[in-house]
Every structure is written in structure tokens, then in C-alpha cells.
Nanobody, 126 residues
Framework: QVQLVESGGGLEQAGGSLRLSCTAS????????MGWFRQAPGKEREFVAQITWSTGRTYYADSVKGRFTISRDNAKNTVYLQMNSLKPEDTAVYYC???????????????????WGQGTQVTVSS
């Protein structure tokens, strides 16, 4: 069993930065993958970024590549999403997810993940 706790959301001006954190507790994350997704009002949840815990391999959505960076801190059992050059289109609830059986061979979909955080609101004003 895994629990995920997210933090770091808030209000930011376009062009600014925010860093989201997702701290995991429970089972070991070796050989696992964690991802970030977001959901804007009236829209489906969409993929943002993922990282494989053991190797550090990453994937990004085209819409955030070059602006967002996903990383992990093994000692803190925490995954981060550094968001730079924010745009109003980034406004959404951001969720982190974990899949203990996902080894990082491909970009994973929403339904591939086993565990989800509660979400944190990010609002970017123009």
C-alpha cells in the first residue's frame, strides 16, 4: 500500500514558477514509476510528466517540455514537478500517481497507475 501527499500548488502570474511536491510512504519505489497528471475544469485528466524511480528516465507531454522538470529525491521519498514559464493554460488540478509494477519501458497512461494523490490546485493568471 502506498500513500501520496501533494503540496506546492497556488496562484502564480504568467511567466512565473511553482514547484509541486509529492511525498510517498509505504512500499519501496524501486522499479516503480511516478507521474504527474492535471485536470482542468470540464476536461479529461491529461498526462504531464513521469519518472522511473530507479533509473531516472523521464517523459514529458509536448505542452510542457522545456518548461517543466520532474525529479526525485530518494532520501525524502519525494517527487517534484518544477514548473517554469507558467502559462494560463497550465491552470488545473495537478495529481501525482505511482505504479509499483511500472518499470519505465514506455510512457504510461492514467489507467496504468495504482495510487493517486489528492490533487493540488495551480492557477496561473495573465
Amino acid at each position: 500500500q502506498v500513500q501520496l501527499v501533494e503540496s506546492g500548488g497556488g496562484l502564480e502570474q504568467a511567466g512565473g514558477s511553482l514547484r509541486l511536491s509529492c511525498t510517498a510512504s509505504g512500499r519501496t519505489f524501486s522499479s516503480s514509476t511516478m507521474g504527474w497528471f492535471r485536470q482542468a475544469p470540464g476536461k479529461e485528466r491529461e498526462f504531464v510528466a513521469q519518472i522511473t524511480w530507479s533509473t531516472g528516465r523521464t517523459y514529458y507531454a509536448d505542452s510542457v517540455k522545456g518548461r517543466f522538470t520532474i525529479s526525485r529525491d530518494n532520501a525524502k521519498n519525494t517527487v517534484y514537478l518544477q514548473m517554469n514559464s507558467l502559462k494560463p493554460e497550465d491552470t488545473a488540478v495537478y495529481y501525482c500517481a505511482a505504479g509499483l509494477r511500472l518499470y519505465g519501458s514506455r510512457r504510461y497512461l492514467e489507467n496504468d497507475y495504482e495510487y493517486w494523490g489528492q490533487g493540488t490546485q495551480v492557477t496561473v493568471s495573465s
